[in-house]
């Protein structure tokens, strides 16, 4: 099962409201007996007895279970999407086939998997100094970041045109 069908399965199985979404957690406290209080950005709060912690890395749950703490380990991804691939992408569409890709070499590497959709999801991944992704790795166009990563992958600059 893909994790978008997965997603959609569980918030369906919830009552409406149940979600917050556009809230950014800024801090949860534990009250006792099961109950948890949430802060928000914007400065409001709630108060619940079912708190799920899906807030990623950097997690404002996680430190009511544990003293443990992201750190990077020297390994990064970046994560892509080719939506209508057959069409808009056919090279790699064809590269990818019917299911899924592994070009993998030494502190580098491209996975990549076709989904129902007919989107195809990328994975870069990198074995990089942390520093590298501050001054690698930004939002820029499309065009001129293919040629970016493409020589971080290849050793060769492709021209952004």
Do not use: C, N
């Not at 892509?80 to 590269?95: E, N």
């Not at 076709?114 to 820029?140: C, D, N």
């Amino acid at each position: 099962m893909q994790r978008g069908e997965l997603r959609r399965i569980l918030l369906d199985s919830l009552p409406v409201g149940a979600v917050r979404w556009g809230h950014k957690v800024s801090g949860v406290r534990a009250l006792g007996e099961g109950r948890h209080e949430v802060a928000f950005a914007d400065g409001t709060t709630l108060t619940t007895s079912l708190l799920v912690g899906a807030d990623g890395a950097w997690s404002r749950v996680r430190p009511l279970l544990s003293d443990a703490a992201p750190e990077y380990v020297g390994r990064s991804f970046i994560e892509t999407h080719l939506f209508d691939g057959d069409t808009r992408h056919p090279a790699s569409a064809k590269a990818v086939g019917g299911g899924s890709l592994f070009a993998l070499a030494p502190d580098k590497g491209i996975q990549a998997h076709r989904e129902s959709s007919g989107t195809l999801h990328t994975y870069m991944a990198f074995s990089k100094p942390q520093e590298w992704l501050a001054v690698s790795i930004s939002p820029i166009p499309p065009r001129q970041s293919r040629g970016s990563h493409a020589s971080s992958t290849t050793g060769h600059r492709s021209s952004p045109h």
